[in-house]
């Protein structure tokens, strides 16, 4: 067995994934093969992030970590192949790859499981990685928008191109006492929180916009294009503390159903903190349907 972790070879990377991705049905699982080899062709997967520990030459355990724009980063955990599970070897493979990350810059490591598959989540919460939360998915197909879109608010909407630093300074400001995964706020610097968002799908400053109140800006909402689907979806919303409870998140929502409605996309889509009953309640009155869970691990790398 090969002591510490190292890069798989190109050679490798096709079996690598088949066992990273061991736990799923058998056509999902070489839909994500396909898929991870992809990314790798287009440099959006770095090579060095497929960690993997070899016995007898072959590979007997893989891990892979994916480092994003915006100081974070997705990490898939270990697999081992068939036989005794490996304890020791799956904590230098966390080990290994949380190093990785920290000397790129990355502060934030997050990982998802579906509800059934939190059992695989064991090597990494021995190796610092916390269970916060669930997230909702959910999904507005625009057939029939609430009786008041499109009704004339209290709000006023600009662009991020009109009103840069002021959208940075909102956003950051929504932030203070949100119910949406609250562990990470501070961590990152707005600069490092817009290149993350701006990551995300297909960016067009022009679905960036800042709600004003009477000139007082009150909230943020953040949408991007996937390219998948045509669909956009919410990367984030939000409200500073003084103006809550008032309706202006509703508001901000309208505003982006009926931009969406306009532009003929097929739907609409969000994730929000299970632990958020507010957003909860509010986007489901709006007609938005959940169609996914995933349980939320979190690193934070000081």
Same mark, same amino acid.
């Given at each position: 067995?090969?002591?510490?972790?190292?890069?798989?070879?190109?050679?490798?990377?096709?079996?690598?994934?088949?066992?990273?991705?061991?736990?799923?049905?058998?056509? &999902?699982?070489?839909?994500?093969?396909?898929?991870?080899?992809?990314?790798?062709?287009?440099?959006?997967?770095?090579?060095?992030?497929?960690?993997?520990?070899?016995?007898?030459?072959?590979?007997?355990?893989?891990?892979?970590?994916?480092?994003?724009?915006?100081?974070?980063?997705?990490?898939?955990?270990?697999?081992?192949?068939?036989?005794?599970?490996? &304890?020791?070897?799956?904590?230098?493979?966390?080990?290994?790859?949380?190093?990785?990350?920290?000397?790129?810059?990355?502060?934030?490591?997050?990982?998802?499981?579906?509800?059934?598959? &939190?059992?695989?989540?064991?090597?990494?919460?021995?190796?610092?990685?916390?269970?916060?939360?669930?997230?909702?998915?959910?999904?507005?197909?625009?057939?029939?928008?609430?009786?008041?879109?499109?009704?004339?608010?209290?709000?006023?909407?600009?662009?991020?191109?009109?009103?840069?630093?002021?959208?940075?300074?909102?956003?950051?400001?929504?932030?203070?006492?949100?119910?949406?995964?609250?562990?990470?706020?501070?961590?990152?610097?707005?600069?490092?929180?817009?290149?993350?968002?701006?990551?995300?799908?297909?960016?067009?400053?022009?679905?960036?916009?800042?709600?004003?109140?009477?000139?007082?800006?009150?909230? &943020?909402?953040?949408?991007?294009?996937?390219?998948?689907?045509?669909?956009?979806?919410?990367?984030?919303?939000?409200?500073?503390?003084?103006?809550?409870?008032?309706?202006?998140?509703?508001?901000?929502?309208?505003?982006?159903?009926?931009?969406?409605?306009?532009?003929?996309?097929?739907?609409?889509?969000?994730?929000?903190?299970?632990?958020?009953?507010?957003?909860?309640?509010?986007?489901?009155?709006?007609?938005?349907?959940?169609?996914?869970?995933?349980?939320?691990?979190?690193?934070?790398?000081?």
């Amino acid at each position: 067995m090969t002591v510490a972790p190292e890069p798989a070879r190109p050679e490798e990377w096709p079996a690598a994934f088949r066992l990273l991705f061991r736990p799923l049905p058998a056509e &999902v699982r070489e839909q994500r093969v396909s898929t991870a080899l992809a990314l790798l062709e287009q440099g959006e997967l770095m090579p060095d992030g497929i960690l993997v520990l070899r016995d007898g030459g072959e590979v007997a355990g893989v891990l892979a970590c994916m480092p994003l724009p915006g100081a974070t980063a997705l990490v898939w955990p270990p697999q081992w192949r068939d036989g005794p599970e490996d &304890v020791s070897g799956e904590d230098r493979l966390v080990r290994h790859a949380v190093r990785w990350l920290r000397g790129r810059g990355v502060k934030l490591v997050q990982s998802l499981f579906p509800p059934d598959g &939190v059992a695989a989540s064991a090597s990494l919460e021995r190796n610092g990685f916390v269970h916060v939360t669930h997230l909702w998915y959910l999904r507005h197909t625009l057939g029939s928008l609430p009786p008041d879109a499109g009704v004339p608010g209290r709000l006023d909407f600009v662009t991020v191109e009109d009103a840069p630093e002021q959208l940075a300074e909102t956003l950051i400001r929504s932030y203070e006492g949100t119910l949406d995964c609250p562990e990470i706020s501070g961590v990152r610097t707005v600069e490092e929180v817009l290149d993350g968002h701006r990551s995300q799908g297909r960016h067009d400053p022009r679905r960036w916009w800042l709600a004003t109140d009477a000139g007082q800006a009150v909230g &943020v909402a953040l949408v991007s294009l996937t390219p998948e689907t045509d669909e956009w979806d919410v990367m984030y919303v939000g409200v500073v503390p003084e103006a809550r409870r008032r309706g202006f998140g509703r508001e901000l929502m309208l505003k982006v159903l009926v931009e969406a409605a306009a532009a003929g996309v097929p739907g609409v889509t969000l994730s929000v903190d299970g632990r958020n009953d507010p957003a909860w309640h509010l986007y489901r009155a709006l007609g938005f349907e959940p169609f996914d869970r995933r349980e939320v691990f979190l690193a934070i790398l000081r």
